[in-house]
Each structure stands twice: as structure tokens, then as C-alpha cells.
């Protein structure tokens, strides 16, 4: 089989604004694939064809294609003439050939058809009665649309048709780069990984900002965070990066505040000097993975306090959601088992035997006056350090 149909689904949806939006989707194709074989990506018409060199494999093409926001579905495709006769026989050649390279016996089969052109002299339902009887009639297979062995698909374009054996499932949403940059506070725990995944999700860019207390505590944090933003851009294709030291500025609070409003200071800190890198990286939003009562930060007056100190936006998308859901996709999309490792988190950091959970704003504000705070944020700006990723 010579190509790749991509279909979506959301995008189908945007009026006016669907090409730019496909354009977007073929750009981000075209870059997923650009060292794996693939000749050529284009739009047609309701759909993208992504054509196979002769160097190209199935496997590699498909784990980048299923990869890519905005793909409702995709499939190995083979493209053919109009001519129901050249379709049937096509379509039984390669039914032959994935039989013979198939580990269980193929009993039963469905044919689906979709007519993009509507001059075609047979509509969809008859296609799929003058193909599926002759297939019934060569193989002897049944007739199941409810659940085949098989699926083959037809799609009638206006100088082409093209037929499959069976559909990829992708990841849906709408292609990255369409609803502009966001900044998101990784910790390298479960949560913020699925944060950050369920706005590219949405057509976001997403960069990174990850704070750590090295020298204080070791590297470790810093290398889960890389290797967890290293996953997420085989979704996005590029990622930026910013590790900001953070243990210096912990030993002031230490010092200054009272115990009990050290986590809370801690976040306004952490989102001030957010909010500074967005800025300059023309990020729209902040992002984190904070859900309502998971820890002692994340009460609601806490949040209040927290938001307080910042002007744009702060997305939370796991908000409403409980640990069970966010560990089970996390585990879906490969990042558990590296927010698992153990390691030291500036969260941790002189952490107080019992932090509030209903911090007063008026308190909060009373203890940041012993601090040097545009200072702090300054200098925490001018340590960072930052990368850049780019798959492939």
C-alpha cells in the first residue's frame, strides 16, 4: 500500500476558518515524518494523504501519525482507478495477501464507503454491495458490520479512489499551534505532565518551567523533568525548557515567614517568576496540574492566594479531576513511569509540619513585607537556565 489517509474530525468543524487550521495539520504531518520516507503530504478533499516512499515503514509512520493532535482516525491506504472492477480486484489482491500474513483466520469482513465525489455513477451503499459481493463470493468470508475481522474502507475522490484494511485510531483534538502558547509548572510528579498533555491536546504550544533546590538537593528532579518534556514534544515536535533554581529563595522564606504560610509564599513566588517567563516567551496562560483539595496548596482560599500575585490567565485542567483519573491517563500517555523515580522536589524542601489550608490573604501579604520579593524574583529569573527540544 502506497499512502497514508488521515481524516479529521473537530477541524471539520471550524467554518471559515478550516483551512487555516488543516494547513496546520499538513505542516505538523509533513514535520513528524520528514526522516521516515514520506514523499509527499497534501490535503484532498476532507482528508490528508500522506504518500509512502519505498524506504518507509508502516510501524515507524504510524507511531509518529498517531502522535499528532487534530486526527480523528488514519489508515494504510492503496490508491486505485474509478472502475468498480479494478477497485474489487485490488482490494482482493491485498485481502489475499493480509490473510497469508495474518496470525488467525480472517472468517468475516465489512466494506464501508464514503463518496466525496458524488458524480460517481454508484453511491456509497452501492459500492459497498457490488464490492462486498464480490469479496463474499472469492473468500467465502460472512458479511459482520458490527464486528469484523476486517474492515475495508473505500473513499471515491474525483481522479482517485483509495481502499484500506482496517483504522488507526489518533489523538483527536485540534493541531498544535492553533490556539497559541501557554507555560506550563512541571514538577515532575503525575499531575502536571497530564496537564500540560490535555492543553497541547487543545492546540496549545506548551513550554516548560521546572524549579528545583540543586545544589541544595541533587540532580534528580532536573533529569525527570528533561526526560518527561522529551516525551511530550514526540506530541508537539518542540519544546522550550526553563530550569529555574530555587533553593536559595526557599532558605529566605525559611527565615522570614511563619511556617505555616511557607507553601503558599513558596507558589506566589513560583508563579511571579512564571509569569515573567511567559512574558518574554509570548505565552497567553499559565498551566498547572493543581486539582481542588489534593494537597494543602490546592484548598480554593489557597488557590485565591495564590492567583493573586499574577495577571494572565491560570489554566487548570485537572481541576475537577481525583488521583485514580490523572494516574490513569498519565499511565496511557507514558509519563507515570518516570514521575514515579524517586527523587528530591523543591516542593519538599523545608516543608512545615503543618501548612495552612485556609491561608489569609492579609497574613500572606503581612509576611511577603519581609521580603526582598522583586528581588528574589529577579535574581531567580537571571539563574534559570533554558533548553530547547525538538523531535524528531
Not at 532558605?251 to 509564599?265: D, G, K, N, T, Y
Request: with cysteine; hydrophobic share 40%.
Amino acid at each position: 500500500m502506497n499512502s497514508i489517509i488521515v481524516h479529521y474530525q473537530e477541524i471539520a468543524l471550524k467554518g471559515k476558518n478550516r483551512p487555516w487550521f488543516i494547513e496546520r495539520l499538513v505542516t505538523n504531518l509533513r514535520d513528524a515524518t520528514a526522516d521516515i520516507g514520506i514523499t509527499k503530504v497534501r490535503a484532498l478533499m476532507g482528508r490528508i494523504e500522506l504518500s509512502l516512499g519505498p524506504e518507509a515503514n508502516w510501524e515507524t509512520v504510524r507511531d509518529r501519525v498517531e502522535r499528532i493532535f487534530g486526527i480523528a482516525n488514519f489508515s494504510r491506504a492503496q490508491s486505485t482507478g474509478r472502475d468498480v472492477d479494478e477497485i474489487s480486484k485490488s482490494i482482493l489482491r491485498d485481502l489475499g495477501h493480509q490473510q497469508l500474513n495474518s496470525d488467525r483466520t480472517i472468517k468475516t469482513f465489512s466494506v464501508r464507503a464514503k463518496r466525496a465525489d458524488k458524480s460517481f455513477k454508484l453511491t456509497s451503499p452501492e459500492i459497498e454491495r457490488e464490492v462486498g459481493g464480490r469479496v463474499k463470493q472469492a473468500t467465502g468470508w460472512n458479511v459482520d458490520l458490527t464486528n469484523p475481522d476486517v474492515s475495508v474502507g473505500i473513499e471515491v475522490l474525483p481522479t482517485v479512489v483509495f481502499y484500506s484494511l482496517g483504522k488507526e485510531h489518533g489523538q483527536g483534538g485540534l493541531p498544535t499551534g492553533t490556539s497559541g502558547p501557554v507555560l506550563c509548572l512541571l514538577s515532575g510528579g503525575i499531575d502536571s505532565p497530564v496537564a500540560a498533555f490535555r492543553l497541547m491536546k487543545r492546540g496549545c504550544r506548551v513550554r516548560f518551567i521546572h524549579f528545583h533546590a540543586y545544589p541544595i538537593l541533587s540532580h534528580a528532579s532536573q533529569e525527570k523533568t528533561e526526560e518527561i518534556v522529551g516525551l511530550l514534544t514526540r506530541h508537539q515536535l518542540r519544546s522550550r525548557f526553563h530550569l529555574v533554581p530555587f533553593g536559595k529563595i526557599q532558605q529566605q522564606v525559611v527565615l522570614s515567614a511563619p511556617p505555616a504560610l511557607r507553601i503558599v509564599i513558596y507558589r506566589r513566588l513560583m508563579m511571579r517568576i512564571s509569569e515573567r517567563f511567559a512574558t518574554a516567551c509570548g505565552a497567553q496562560a499559565l498551566v498547572t496540574g493543581e486539582a481542588v483539595g489534593q494537597v494543602a496548596s490546592q484548598t480554593l482560599e489557597n488557590i485565591s492566594a495564590i492567583n493573586e500575585v499574577v495577571n494572565m490567565p491560570v489554566l487548570r485542567p485537572l481541576i475537577g479531576s481525583d488521583k485514580e483519573e490523572i494516574t490513569r491517563e498519565a499511565r496511557l500517555l507514558g509519563t507515570y513511569p518516570i514521575s514515579i523515580i524517586p527523587d528530591q522536589d523543591c516542593c519538599t524542601l523545608f516543608m512545615p509540619k503543618n501548612p495552612a489550608t485556609k491561608a489569609r490573604l492579609a497574613d500572606v501579604r503581612s509576611a511577603e513585607d519581609a521580603l526582598p520579593i522583586a528581588g528574589m524574583v529577579d535574581a531567580a529569573v537571571e539563574r534559570a537556565e533554558s533548553k530547547e527540544f525538538v523531535f524528531p
